[in-house]
């Protein structure tokens, strides 16, 4: 018993989102009754059926609820009826921006058991982080029409960098390359040999910060390199910083050599704030309610969430229970494919979790 309570919001969001997040809570009750804390989980309908509904993305205070909460468990967001970025940009990205989740960590580990779609690469070669700017870059949102629908039109998107928003991402990815304590190795994935302004500002900073972390050796490769070697050499790496919008596309090929959008998982973190943890992928509307979408990615999320509340055995122990499940029980990763149900392997994670 260690008396501790943690305040847990909870957006389901859409699709399959629910689903997979009501396993995680199972796991993460399970976790807090045996290592004797407690997590108090409050829901809220923040999805696109509301929006239908209402018109509104995030509703009237909702940001100031939601930032009274330590963490925060996101399902999906994403809905077929409504058009292509409105929930994205009004739900998700709202609350990383205005929340200053300023970290996107996105571990890629590759589980025993797992299929890999890459010859001859098991579980020690697939084993890296990668931590991704969560605020700036081209998401910012910065840019606008010149001549809007004419043959003369002009379209700019502009990435922003601003000095403390890198350096603080690289601190952080300095501090956890030394807390991990694995290869002590922190690459910079970018581009400084054609976004000479913008990456030109991350790798003065990178390199000025590494010299306060005289353990970790400072490494660098283009972003293009990188993607290569994720699938030609993954076990060079062990945690990767970028920028979010390199973040956001070497993650997804991070998630497939690791088994796929079955076990992805981030955090996306203020280390000084609320924090919000969700399964990588999407809300997958058409495996909706069949009890057939793979709740792992969401257990994992509610592992990392743990270890970020400072309950790192009961984070690693669902781990482990997780891990457990994908060696010895589960048949394929892909939703449909599992050899059971997604309530069935929440329970049999949640079930690990008590006695493993
Ligand atoms: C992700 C997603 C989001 C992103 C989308 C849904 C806005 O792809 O979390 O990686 O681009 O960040
Ligand atoms: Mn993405």
Known sequence: MNGNTYEIGVIGGDGTGPEVIRESVKVLKAAAARFGFKLNFTDYDLNGTRYLRTGETLPEGALEELKRHKALLLGAIGHPGVKPGILEKGILLRLRFELDMYINLRPVKLYPGVQCPLK???????????????????????????????????????????RKGVERCVRYAFDYTARRNKANKLTLSGKT?????????????????????????????????????????????????????????????????????????????????????????????????????????????????????????????????????TAKHIKNLAAGHMGMGTVEVGDLVADLTATI
């Open 193 to 325: 040999n054609v976004l000479t302004y913008a990456f030109d500002l991350w790798e003065r900073v990178f390199y000025e910060v590494a010299k306060d972390y005289p353990g970790i050796k400072p490494d660098y490769a283009h972003v293009d390199a990188t993607t290569m070697w994720f699938v030609k050499n993954p076990e060079w790496f062990d945690v990767i910083v970028t920028d979010n919008m390199f973040g956001d596309i070497i993650t997804d090929l991070g998630a497939m050599i690791q088994g796929g959008m079955g076990i992805a998982a981030g955090g996306n973190i203020n280390p000084e704030g609320t924090s919000m943890f969700e399964p990588i992928g999407g809300s997958a509307p058409k495996y909706t309610g069949q009890n057939i979408i793979n709740p792992l990615a969401a257990i994992c999320a509610g592992a990392m969430m743990l270890e970020y509340l400072g309950e790192t055995e009961a984070g690693q122990t669902i781990e482990k229970a997780v891990m457990e499940v």
């Open 120 to 162: 001859d690469k098991g579980p020690e070669d697939i084993d890296f982080v990668v931590i991704r700017e969560n605020t700036e870059g081209l998401y910012a949102g910065a840019g606008g029409f010149l001549k809007k629908g004419t043959k003369d039109e002009v379209a700019i998107q502009e990435s922003i960098n601003t």
